[in-house]
Every structure is written in structure tokens, then in C-alpha cells.
């Protein structure tokens, strides 16, 4: 096993940005993300947190994700408890045959658990992101025909704390509160390699089209925040992405996380000049397709009142920025390699390739959601 590297020396000190002025949106309207769930104590702020405090921000307290990398079957033994395990194989479009054991720290080995079968697997762009109920260790089976089989024990809520500027004011995008970066307690260094240079350029393309999925995680999820810390570490280590895959995600409360990073001056997800960050949600048509998750597995539960109102604000809000028909079918043309596709202006993952993202519950609800975006238009 490995642990990932320390900060690099040049991101020691989170930068104060312009968006981390405007921003914690979510985390005072939404029901207080950076509170009892990711708060522990108090912790000495730095200079950096003396100075935010003086230009307006507070300083949030956060656990710093632990995670230890592993490749194949062979038992796995982390030196804390194991929130969650991230598992991500080549070579299987699916989890067929593909199972779990956990072990507790006294050595006792739970029973095997198949693979979730509902996610974004390896061939249309995801992983898996698997409960871990604080295992000392565990164990992996591959799906048939898989190879390359990788995981990730990861510990989202309890490793040492860190403090993080996060503003006091309620972060919005044309009205509309979300939880930003800084306050679901992202860790900016994890975008970087060793040398200080970004493991994956933003890059921005004009938009063209929306896509739903679901993350296929635990439903009633207690901590959705650390989750999405969970989410955004398997993307960027074990997927190798450089950050989070979705420009959004949502979670069962409404709360709207703000997904992949952006620079200043423009919407979340977006650049000064309107254009999408590229992010990593679709193999192959990720440039100009804006991606946005619902939290939980919706195969057969369907999204939360909550969930689809907040889901049907943000959707609303992009369509109006970006001035397209939510009825619509369009023709997608990646302006990098040229790989067109025809899709429903609003999509499913599944309009794209083979999964079951976004659950058959969620993708069912696509017309009632395109509908109600009209209405509001």
C-alpha cells in the first residue's frame, strides 16, 4: 500500500480567491455543512486564517482525508478505520462476480458482498465508492474478466484536523445557494503533483449539453459531505482525473455541492467567459457536456422533494445562462476529438453508453424534470 504524497510546499497556504470570498454558501443555508459532522474542536488558525478572518471569512475545520492505495486481491490492512473503500478495474463493463469482505480490528471476516451494480463503472467513466462501516481491513474479488483491479481505504471523517478559510456569507449562482469548494472541505493539494505542477489543466469549452447521473452511494447518507471528500478522492488518485468528476452534485437535503474546480470570474463550473470546465463524467464526450450527480443509488428509490426541487433550480439556471431548449435533442460534437453523439439536450448517462447511471427511478424522472424546467423558464 501507499499513501498519497504530503502537500506540495507551494499549496501549504490555500490561496484566498475570489470565489472563496463570495462563498459558503451552502454551508450557513443548507443546513451548516462545516458543523458537528466535519467540526471537532477548536484548532490554533494560522496567519493565512488570521488574515481571511479580517477580510470577511471564518475558519472551517475539517478532517484531513486519510487513504492508502492497494492493487489486486490480496488482503488489505489500513492503519485507520476504513470509512469507505473506492474499487476501480479495466477490461469489465460490469461488477459481475465482483465482491467484498470486510475484517474488523479483532480479525473477525465479515461475510462476502457483492458489488453494487447500479454505479458509473471503468468503461463508461467511474468507479465504485463502498461503505466501509470503519473496517480495519478487507478483501477483493474482481468481477470476470476484469483486470487492474485498484482500491482505495479511505477515512473522510476522522484524521487530523485542518483549518480552511471559508467565507461567512452564503455562496449563490444567479440566486441560487450552493455549497462550495472550501466548505464540503475540499483539499486543494490533492490536484497537484509532487513538483507543484496541476495534474489535469482546466480546460473550457462552450456548452452544449446537461447531463444527470447518480453517484450510487448509500442512500439516507448521514455525512454526505464526507462522501463527496470520498468521491473526490477516488476520482482524483484512483481515477486518475485530477479532481472530482461532476460539475455539481446534490444531496438528498437539496444541498448543491459545487463539483470540479474552476478559475475565478465565472459561475461555478464555468469561466469568465462562459464557457464549462472540462470534467470527467462521460468517456470520451466530457469537453462542453456539463455533468451533475444526485447523491444515493436511484435504481429503485426515486430522488428526494428536496433532491429534484434543488436538481430543477440548477438545471433551470444553466439553461437560462446558456440560452438552450430543455426539450430538446442536440448533436454533440467533442471539439477535442471529434466523437459526435445525438442526445436529449438534458440526458441521462445512460443516453450516452452502457450503465445503469443514473438509476432507472432517476432516469425515468428525466421528462418530468425537463418539463418542469420549462415551466420555470
Request: aromatic share 6%.
Given at each position: 500500500?501507499t499513501?498519497?504524497?504530503?502537500t506540495?510546499a507551494?499549496?501549504?497556504q490555500?490561496?484566498v480567491?475570489?470565489?472563496t470570498?463570495?462563498?459558503?454558501?451552502?454551508?450557513?443555508?443548507?443546513?451548516?455543512?462545516?458543523?458537528?459532522?466535519?467540526m471537532a474542536?477548536?484548532?490554533?488558525?494560522?496567519t493565512?486564517m488570521a488574515?481571511?478572518?479580517?477580510?470577511?471569512l471564518t475558519t472551517?475545520?475539517?478532517p484531513?482525508?486519510?487513504?492508502?492505495?492497494a492493487?489486486?486481491?490480496?488482503?488489505?490492512?489500513?492503519a485507520f478505520?476504513?470509512?469507505?473503500?473506492?474499487?476501480?478495474?479495466?477490461?469489465a463493463?460490469?461488477?459481475?462476480?465482483?465482491?467484498?469482505?470486510?475484517?474488523?480490528?479483532?480479525?473477525t471476516?465479515g461475510a462476502w458482498?457483492?458489488?453494487?451494480?447500479d454505479?458509473?463503472?471503468?468503461?463508461?467513466g467511474?468507479?465504485?465508492?463502498?461503505p466501509a462501516?470503519?473496517?480495519a481491513?478487507?478483501?477483493?474479488?474482481?468481477?470476470a474478466?476484469?483486470t487492474g483491479l485498484?482500491?482505495?481505504?479511505?477515512?473522510t471523517?476522522?484524521?487530523?484536523?485542518r483549518?480552511?478559510?471559508?467565507?461567512?456569507?452564503?455562496?449563490?449562482m444567479?440566486?441560487?445557494?450552493y455549497?462550495?469548494?472550501?466548505?464540503?472541505?475540499a483539499?486543494?493539494s490533492l490536484?497537484?503533483?509532487?513538483?507543484?505542477?496541476?495534474n489535469?489543466?482546466a480546460?473550457?469549452?462552450?456548452?452544449?449539453?446537461?447531463?444527470v447521473?447518480h453517484?450510487a452511494t448509500?442512500?439516507?447518507?448521514?455525512?454526505p459531505?464526507?462522501?463527496?471528500?470520498?468521491?473526490?478522492?477516488?476520482?482524483?488518485e484512483t481515477?486518475?482525473w485530477g479532481d472530482?468528476?461532476?460539475?455539481?452534485l446534490?444531496?438528498?437535503?437539496?444541498?448543491?455541492?459545487e463539483?470540479?474546480?474552476?478559475?475565478?470570474?465565472?459561475?461555478?463550473?464555468h469561466d469568465?467567459d462562459?464557457?464549462?470546465?472540462?470534467a470527467f463524467?462521460?468517456?470520451?464526450?466530457?469537453?462542453?457536456?456539463l455533468?451533475?450527480?444526485l447523491?444515493?443509488?436511484?435504481?429503485?428509490?426515486?430522488p428526494?422533494?428536496?433532491?429534484r426541487?434543488?436538481l430543477?433550480?440548477?438545471?433551470?439556471?444553466?439553461?437560462r445562462?446558456?440560452?438552450v431548449d430543455?426539450?430538446?435533442?442536440?448533436r454533440?460534437?467533442?471539439p477535442?476529438?471529434?466523437?459526435?453523439k445525438e442526445v436529449?439536450?438534458i440526458?441521462?448517462h445512460?443516453?450516452?453508453m452502457v450503465?445503469?447511471?443514473?438509476?432507472?427511478?432517476?432516469?425515468?424522472?428525466?421528462?418530468?424534470?425537463?418539463?418542469?424546467?420549462?415551466?420555470g423558464l
Open positions: 500500500m499513501v498519497p504524497p504530503a506540495p507551494h499549496r501549504a490555500s490561496p480567491t475570489r470565489r470570498l463570495i462563498g459558503t454558501a451552502g454551508a450557513v443555508a443548507a443546513g451548516a455543512v462545516i458543523t458537528p459532522a466535519v474542536g477548536p484548532a490554533e488558525p494560522d493565512a488574515g481571511a478572518t479580517r477580510a470577511g472551517g475545520i475539517f484531513e482525508t486519510r487513504a492508502a492505495a492493487v489486486g486481491e490480496a488482503p488489505v490492512a489500513a478505520p476504513i470509512g469507505f473503500v473506492g474499487v476501480r478495474w479495466e477490461g463493463p460490469e461488477a459481475t462476480g465482483g465482491g467484498i469482505r470486510l475484517r474488523t480490528a479483532d480479525g471476516e458482498r457483492a458489488f453494487p451494480e454505479g458509473c463503472f471503468p468503461a463508461s467511474g468507479g465504485l465508492l463502498i462501516d470503519e473496517a481491513g478487507y478483501e477483493l474479488r474482481a468481477p474478466g476484469a485498484r482500491s482505495l481505504a479511505l477515512d471523517r476522522r484524521g487530523p484536523r483549518a480552511v478559510a471559508v467565507p461567512k456569507e452564503t455562496t449563490r444567479r440566486g441560487l445557494a455549497v462550495s469548494r472550501a466548505a464540503w472541505g483539499d486543494e490536484r497537484y503533483a509532487s513538483d507543484g505542477s496541476e489535469t489543466p480546460a473550457y469549452y462552450p456548452f452544449q449539453t446537461l447531463t447521473h453517484t448509500s442512500n439516507d447518507d448521514s455525512d459531505a464526507a462522501t463527496v471528500r470520498g468521491i473526490y478522492q477516488l476520482h482524483t481515477n486518475g472530482i468528476g461532476y460539475h455539481f446534490i444531496d438528498e437535503e437539496g444541498r448543491i455541492y463539483g470540479r474546480h474552476t478559475d475565478d470570474g465565472g459561475l461555478p463550473g469568465g462562459g464557457r464549462v470546465v472540462t463524467h462521460v468517456g470520451g464526450c466530457n469537453s462542453g457536456n455533468g451533475i450527480a447523491m444515493g443509488t436511484l435504481t429503485k428509490r426515486r428526494t422533494k428536496a433532491a426541487k434543488s430543477t433550480r440548477l438545471a433551470r439556471v444553466l439553461v445562462q446558456h440560452g430543455p426539450y430538446a435533442r442536440v454533440y460534437v467533442n477535442v476529438n471529434g466523437a459526435h436529449p439536450e440526458s441521462g445512460r443516453d450516452w450503465t445503469k447511471c443514473p438509476g432507472g427511478t432517476m432516469y425515468r424522472e428525466l421528462d418530468r424534470l425537463r418539463e418542469a424546467v420549462a415551466d
